[in-house]
């Protein structure tokens, strides 16, 4: 199985917004962008919402045949290891091996030794084709960078060889995640882990590494965009070469574990794509969680009630929904409503405060990025919470297509 060209990742949350999600792609597709949608969700998303693999291929098919949908969709076992994937293997065609827990830890000496000597050939000055500099790649890098990866590449192996056992070896996409590491890859790591899964025999078509930059919970990206722009561009290259070198698929392109809404990058990202000709895939999912709740503060009356209430716990809740998002949110709590006013707030206060619209002096990131982490809060409501959603749906799901459309789909491809 080949993927498309581009392709965005849409996340549901509450398997509500299918048909509006897909509908964001169909109108990309009356502009003449060939985008593709796949849904993804982790076992860890699962596990909260208490949701099970199977209900995400049945809302992906039934969102598909409600629009008429001709074109070509996945289903992403996002961020599955070898104990959670089995759940995911029936549903899935697109399987995100996450073997950061990996990273860091020694590979046997010997499979070091072979490592180093299958890529002997590029050690010295590599110079590849659209980067200005040449790499220097010493013997000392190779070790380095042996150290940091090759047993994850190995336990990548051993996750693709067993969903190839029962799927068959090539009828799904494999991505290969590095991205919820501690440090950033540099392109020459980035080259080095491309020649350890193929020498692993993984046919990678999606890699994705960390970036450098901060990617905090849906809002903009927090970093350098010079240096951004300069590894994204050292990045496509480097697959590109890594393609004719390695004999990876053709098909082989970046997925950008995003985080939602990087406004910021996502023009130089649209410029470099075009440069280079490059496929691309872009994971979205907590930002139409986000337009769910604001779309229920629009609608008013219980939906804007359930909201304030979400909002309340998630705020009384704030450091054991923080918690496991450390690295990837940053709120200052001084900078918090506080959820009394909250509750007196009308729909269009909520909706502006909530809504990523940096230029709005209403916009609070900090109010907008502990909502995000506090989907576990409306999780605990059941079925009041999605009740809601689907007393409110036109106003939810208009929200949901004009914010993937607008603020993600058409800066990214267009
Ligand atoms: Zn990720």
């Known amino acids: 199985m080949k993927i498309e060209k581009y392709t965005?990742?849409?996340?549901?949350?509450?398997?509500?917004?299918?048909r509006a999600q897909l509908q964001a792609i169909l109108k990309g597709r009356e502009m003449g962008i060939d985008v593709h949608p796949v849904w993804n969700k982790s076992n860890r998303e699962h596990l909260i919402i208490k949701s099970k693999p199977d209900d995400v291929r049945a809302e992906a098919d039934s969102a598909v045949a409600a629009l008429g949908w001709k074109g070509a969709y996945h289903v992403d076992a996002d961020h599955i290891g070898l104990k959670t994937v089995d759940a995911f293997i029936a549903g899935s065609d697109f399987f995100t091996l996450d073997v950061a827990d990996f990273t860091g830890k020694a590979a046997e000496e010997e499979a070091v030794n072979a490592f180093s000597k299958s890529v002997s050939q590029y050690s010295g000055s590599l110079s590849i084709p659209g980067i200005a500099q040449p790499f220097d790649i010493a013997e000392e890098t190779v070790r380095r960078a042996a150290g940091k990866f090759l047993l994850a590449v190995q336990e990548a192996g051993r996750i693709y060889r067993h969903i190839g056992k029962r799927k068959g070896p090539?009828?799904?996409?494999?991505?290969?995640?590095?991205?919820?590491?501690?440090?950033?890859?540099?392109?020459?790591?980035?080259?080095?882990i491309l020649a350890m899964i193929a020498g692993e025999g993984i046919p990678v078509q999606t890699i994705a590494p960390k970036f450098t930059g901060r990617f905090n919970k849906g809002v903009d990206y927090v970093g350098d965009l010079a240096q951004f722009e300069k590894e994204f561009d050292e990045d496509l290259s480097v697959i590109a070469f890594a393609i004719r070198e390695f004999g990876l698929a053709d098909t082989l392109k970046l997925s950008v574990h995003s985080g939602s809404d990087k406004f910021s990058i996502y023009s130089i990202i649209n410029r470099l794509i075009k440069k280079h000709d490059s496929g691309l895939h872009v994971k979205t999912a907590g930002t139409t969680w986000l337009e769910e709740v604001i779309g229920l503060a629009e609608?008013?009356?219980?939906?804007?009630?359930?909201?304030?209430?979400?909002?309340?716990q998630a705020h009384e809740h704030f450091a054991e929904l923080a918690a496991p998002y450390s690295t990837v949110i940053d709120i200052d709590p001084d900078k918090l409503p506080n959820p009394k006013s909250v509750m007196g707030w009308s729909s269009a206060q909520y909706a502006e405060a909530l809504r990523h619209v940096e230029s709005s002096p209403h916009y609070n990131p900090h109010f907008r990025q502990l909502l995000h982490v506090g989907f576990k809060v409306a999780a605990g409501m059941g079925s009041r919470f999605t009740d809601a959603l689907e007393a409110n749906e036109a106003v939810v799901a208009r929200n949901v297509t004009e914010n993937l459309f607008d603020r993600h789909l058409r800066p990214i491809f267009a």
Request: aromatic share 8%; charged share 25%.
């Open 8 to 18: 965005l990742g849409v996340g549901d949350r509450f398997a509500h917004q299918g």
């Open 170 to 192: 090539e009828s799904f996409i494999t991505e290969v995640s590095v991205d919820e590491t501690d440090a950033p890859q540099n392109p020459v790591e980035l080259f080095l």
């Open 299 to 312: 609608s008013g009356g219980d939906g804007l009630e359930i909201v304030k209430e979400v909002y309340a």
